[in-house]
């Protein structure tokens, strides 16, 4: 009988903790935390570029986790468009045939991510469908991968601080859409 209440009493703790430890992370996932951006950024590959991110925004203060994920993806499109300005202009001023080559298809490939995968994401949230918005970040950080291909042979390619800024901030916005899966 002794045991019997021991094990009773242990089972009862047990799931008594496991709801607390649950109860208090969907809390801090839904914006009742007082740190949700630094808990939500744990959950991406580039902490520091979330924190910044989300940190220079003053909308963060009051988000959710889908507010976050538009933070994110605005400042994503930011990102981008200005990359874009970047490489349009490195376009008119290049005369090297194989940059002009690599260029072009840069273009292409951010003129999908602004157009095309930014917004995807951005509705997917605000329509609370975050399977679409996971599909439309990853897609960008995929887009600019490919741009980085076309300078395989140069490591530090005209672009490549913004190019990666776009890829790292594409993968923490599909990471933060995917908190919400």
Known sequence: MKNTFSLALLHLSFCFTFFALTHISAMELHGHGANL????CQRTPFYNLCVSTLRSDPRSSGADVAGLAR???DKLKAKAT???R???ALLKVTKDPKLTTALRQCVDYYNAIVKYDIPEAVEAVVKGDPKFGVEGATDAANEADACGREFK???KFPIY???KAVHDLSAVVASIVQLLL
């Open 71 to 73: 933070i994110g993806a």
């Open 153 to 155: 042979n140069q490591p």
């Open 161 to 163: 601080g913004s190019n």
């Open 86 to 88: 970047q490489i349009t």
């Open 37 to 40: 951006i630094e808990t939500t």
């Open 82 to 84: 200005a990359t874009l």
